[in-house]
Nanobody, 127 residues
Framework: QVQLVESGGGLVQPGGSLRLSCAAS????????IGWFRQAPGKEREGVSC????????AYVDSVKGRFTISRDNTKNTVYLQMNSLKPEDTAVYYC????????????????????WGQGTQVTVSS
């Protein structure tokens, strides 16, 4: 069974940093595009960032550009989301997702049509 497991969430003060991890089993992430999504209470799910498999193209929602960085380590079958300069509005449950063929663009994030989803990890930014 395909499984995606997020980790690295927690409580951080505004301006702080967290690194989220998405570890996969049942699939080899080399062949998948990976997206990070988030959903805050009372709000719609939002695509945050994605990365393609081979070339490594990336995309980000405007609100996180310059603050978040997505990367992948295929030897560990893991994708990361480095989050810096965190703001209270970043508070949400963060989910990773995988799709094949390996697409990644702002369009991909808007559509959110991914094949596999993790259970999410809570990120809370508060003083």
């Amino acid at each position: 069974q395909v499984q995606l497991v997020e980790s690295g969430g927690g409580l951080v003060q505004p301006g702080g940093s967290l690194r989220l991890s998405c570890a996969a089993s049942g699939v080899t992430l080399d062949y998948y595009g990976i997206g990070w999504f988030r959903q805050a209470p009372g709000k719609e799910r939002e695509g945050v960032s994605c990365i393609s498999s081979n070339v490594g193209s990336t995309a980000y929602v405007d609100s996180v550009k310059g603050r978040f960085t997505i990367s992948r380590d295929n030897t560990k079958n893991t994708v990361y989301l480095q989050m810096n300069s965190l703001k209270p509005e970043d508070t949400a449950v963060y989910y990773c997702a995988a799709v094949t063929p390996s697409y990644c663009s702002t369009y991909t994030l808007r559509m959110g049509r991914y094949d596999y989803w993790g259970q999410g990890t809570q990120v809370t930014v508060s003083s």
